[in-house]
Nanobody, 114 residues
């Protein structure tokens, strides 16, 4: 499976961005997630969504501000990010998981200015 993330950019604190990840290769059999990595920090989990789209999980710090969704017809997952904070600044990555195998897309930079 190949993953292509997009939608990052520069936004002021309090603003919104919508990230998208297009998956190829029948990726919608896969459990999907977003991770992020800030400079000097380890990559961390942000949000996930299961194959049916009915089960979603979020990191506590983004709960209520970020929403993950998937569109099976378009082979796309999205991360709607509202009320952004400077601490949300990071490179965001999408990940597809099937069994014990993870596939990663290239990252997209999100920068939130104060």
């Amino acid at each position: 499976v190949q993953l292509q993330a997009s939608g990052g950019g520069l936004v002021q604190a309090g603003g919104s961005l919508r990230l998208s990840c297009v998956a190829s290769g029948g990726a919608f059999r896969y459990h999907m997630a977003w991770f992020r990595q800030a400079p000097g920090k380890e990559r961390e989990f942000v949000a996930s969504i299961n194959q049916s789209g009915l089960r979603k999980n979020y990191q506590d710090s983004v709960q209520g501000r970020f929403t993950i969704s998937r569109d099976a017809a378009k082979n796309t997952i999205a991360l709607q990010m509202n009320s952004l904070k400077p601490e949300d600044t990071a490179v965001y990555y999408c990940r597809a998981t099937y069994g014990k195998v993870d596939y990663w897309g290239q990252g997209t930079q999100v920068t939130v200015s104060s």
